[in-house]
C-alpha cells in the first residue's frame, strides 16, 4: 500500500509570491495533518482536517490556508512568502481523530523561499 | 501546556553498544509519548507510543523506550546498536485538545559510529 504522498518534493520561491503543497493520505484515512519543519527543528502543527472541516489550527498567520477535499486529499496554501517560510512541510494522515491513533507521515515538500 | 524536552543535540554510540537516547516531558493529566526517527530526505517514520499499561514499551527496529512517571522520562533505547540506527530521533506528546496535534521536541541526532 501506498504510504503518505506529498508533491511537489522541491519547490523554489520568491518573496510575495504564493504557493501551494498537496498531500494524499493513506487509502482510507480521513483525517489529515500539515506541520512546518525548520532546519534543526521539531515539526511544528500547522493544520488538522476532518472530514473536510479544520479541526485545528497551530499559531500561523493568516497567509496559511488549507483545505481537505472529498477523497480526503488535502492542500496547504502559503500567501505572501517570506523568507522565513523556507522549511520542510511535512503532511500526516491517521485513520480518524484520536489521541491514540498514529500519525504517519510523507516525506514532506521543501519549500525554498528566495 | 504539554511540551517535551531533549537535552542531547547529538548523541555518539559504538556499533553494539547499547544506546540511549533521552527524553522528559511537560503535561497536565496522563500522557500520549511518542517516538519517531527522520532519515535524510525522508519523512517522519513512527518507533513506538506510550498511551498505558506497561512501562517499557516495544517498538520497530528492535527499540524500546522507558515511561517513567516519577521522573517525567521517556528515555528510547536498543541493547546492541547498528550503523543503520544513525538517524534524527524526536520525542513528541500529544496535545490534548480538540485537534490531534503533535508537539515535538528539537530532536537527537544519533551517530553510531562503525
Known amino acids: 500500500d501506498a504510504g503518505v504522498t506529498q508533491s511537489p518534493t522541491h519547490l523554489i520561491k520568491t518573496r510575495g509570491q504564493h504557493v501551494t503543497l498537496r498531500c494524499s493520505p493513506i487509502?482510507?484515512?480521513?483525517?489529515v495533518s500539515w506541520y512546518q519543519q525548520v532546519l534543526g527543528q521539531g515539526p511544528q502543527f500547522i493544520f488538522q482536517?476532518?472530514?473536510?472541516?479544520?479541526?485545528g489550527r497551530g499559531n500561523f498567520p493568516d497567509r496559511f490556508s488549507a483545505r481537505q477535499f472529498p477523497n480526503y486529499s488535502s492542500e496547504l496554501n502559503v500567501n505572501a512568502l517570506l523568507l522565513g517560510d523556507s522549511a520542510l512541510y511535512l503532511c500526516a494522515s491517521s485513520l480518524i481523530p484520536g489521541p491514540v491513533d498514529i500519525q504517519y507521515f510523507g516525506a514532506g515538500t521543501r519549500l525554498s523561499v528566495l | 501546556a504539554q511540551s517535551v524536552a531533549q537535552p542531547e543535540d547529538q548523541v555518539n554510540v559504538a556499533e553494539g553498544n547499547p544506546l540511549t537516547v533521552k527524553c522528559t516531558y511537560s503535561v497536565s493529566g496522563n500522557p500520549y509519548l511518542f517516538w519517531y526517527v527522520q532519515y535524510p530526505n525522508r519523512g517522519l517514520q513512527f518507533l513506538l507510543k506510550?498511551?498505558?499499561?506497561?512501562?517499557l514499551v516495544k517498538g520497530s527496529y528492535g527499540f524500546e523506550a522507558e515511561f517513567n512517571k516519577s521522573q517525567t522520562s521517556f528515555h528510547l533505547k536498543k541493547p546492541s546498536a547498528l550503523v543503520s540506527d544513525s538517524a534524527l530521533y524526536f520525542c513528541?506528546?500529544?496535545?490534548?485538545?480538540?485537534?490531534?496535534?503533535?508537539?515535538f521536541g528539537k530532536g537527537t541526532r544519533l551517530h553510531i559510529l562503525p
Open positions: 506510550y498511551i498505558t499499561g506497561d512501562n
Open positions: 482536517y476532518y472530514e473536510k472541516e479544520e479541526r
Open positions: 487509502s482510507g484515512h480521513k483525517s
Open positions: 513528541a506528546v500529544r496535545d490534548r485538545g480538540r485537534d490531534d496535534k503533535i508537539i
